[in-house]
């Protein structure tokens, strides 16, 4: 059964990524330029996070949990760093890896492995020890 929700998590992903895109395409070159500006970023690399990101914010969550950190905690202190962090997420390249690795268990521990917010969450459990 874990191999056919894993299907269906893809499948809907999929979905996700393509209505994302079709928005994206509704919304005409100024809107779309615009909005990119808005988050500090350029109109092919939003079109980049809307077409691989879906899915990114739930592995996110999970892999924040999994270091003990507190997601509402990180956004209120710095949310422009929260956002760069879910770019990188929605663009990552191993999502599978994270998923088998936060369904084991493993994600904290091997995340310099595969993970590109690895740094930064480590990082910010070290500042959180200091203090």
């Known amino acids: 059964m874990k191999m056919l929700d894993l299907l269906v998590a893809r499948w809907r992903d999929y ?3 393509a209505a ?3 928005e994206i395409e509704a919304c005409g070159p100024e809107m779309v330029a615009q909005m990119a500006a808005e988050l500090g970023m350029t109109r092919s690399e939003l079109e980049e996070v809307v077409s691989h990101g879906a899915g990114a914010d739930r592995l996110m969550a999970r892999m924040i949990a999994a270091f003990g950190l507190d997601a509402g905690e990180m956004q209120r202190r710095d949310p422009a760093m929260v956002r760069d962090m879910s770019v990188l997420c929605s663009l990552c390249e191993t999502k ?3 998923a088998h690795e936060l369904d084991a268990g493993t994600a904290a ?7 590109p917010n690895a740094p930064t969450f480590e ?3 070290a500042e959180t020890a200091r203090h």
């Open 15 to 17: 979905q996700a990524n």
């Open 123 to 125: 990082l910010l459990l």
């Open 96 to 98: 599978g890896r994270c």
């Open 20 to 22: 994302g895109l079709r």
């Open 109 to 115: 521990e091997h995340a310099n492995e595969f993970c």
